[in-house]
């Protein structure tokens, strides 16, 4: 079946500090891959996307790219701030059927100054 | 900026009772979900309806849980005799039909606890 695994978290970084959130992934096809962001109180949004192999999504000095033969998805930021603390989740999209998203756990990161 | 909202953020019950989640979609969105996370977990597909009928379901999806849209605004779950293994975060999600995407806008979420 479709799975997707992140690191765990929480991670913990001082302000500044460079961000890597792992995320790998099992499909059946070529799924198109995500992460989502939870900020404290508030519901999941898209940070950014990848729609197939070597793909570079990125938003708010967030980063990844769609390795294809690691079958991974890792998250990327050079600098992070105290208002990216927040829940992130990785997910993979492979369409059909209801076209449902498959995400991983979640990881907490937790930025201070 | 059109949003999803649902209510209640937070219901505790007991045991046995039934539950009704409510969630109001983007309104120009026609593909709409229900996702729960039980805490340390992952987020877990339930449902996902789209032209009145359930377009697909999840083997948590068992005959406890109904979906409804009454009324063309509120899309809503049911979970007829909540047991405790039900206690999780429950998201609704909806999406612009007829884009092949996985962009879902989700709520903020109704955390059910079950006592």
């Known amino acids: 079946g479709n799975s997707v695994t992140q690191m765990e978290g929480p991670v913990t970084l001082s302000e500044e500090a460079f961000l890597t959130i792992n995320c790998t992934y099992t499909a059946t096809g070529y799924p198109s891959l995500f992460w989502y962001v939870q900020y404290p109180g508030e519901g999941l949004q898209l940070l950014l996307k990848a729609t197939k192999a070597d793909d570079k999504g990125s938003n708010k000095g967030f980063e990844a790219t769609y390795r294809k033969e690691t079958t991974s998805f890792h998250l990327e930021k050079g600098s992070v701030q105290v208002s990216d603390s927040a829940v992130y989740f990785c997910a993979l999209y492979l369409g059909g059927g209801g076209n449902k998203l498959t995400f991983g756990t979640g990881t907490q990161l937790k930025v201070e100054l | 900026e059109p949003e999803v909202t649902q209510t209640p953020s937070h219901q505790v019950t007991q045991m046995g009772q039934e539950v009704i989640l409510r969630c109001v979609p983007i309104?120009?969105?026609?593909?709409f979900y229900w996702y729960r996370q039980i805490l340390g977990q992952k987020v877990e597909f339930l449902v996902s309806?789209?032209?009145?009928?359930?377009?697909?379901k999840s083997e948590i999806f068992d005959d406890q849980f109904s979906v409804e849209r009454p009324d063309g605004s509120n899309f809503t779950l049911k979970i007829r005799s909540t047991k405790l293994e039900d206690s999780a975060m429950y998201f609704c999600?909806?999406?612009?039909?007829?884009?092949?995407?996985?962009?879902?806008?989700f709520g903020e979420g109704s955390r059910l606890t079950v006592l």
């Open positions: 309104s120009n969105h026609l593909y």
């Open positions: 309806f789209y032209n009145n009928e359930i377009s697909e």
């Open positions: 999600a909806s999406k612009i039909t007829g884009v092949n995407t996985g962009e879902l806008f």
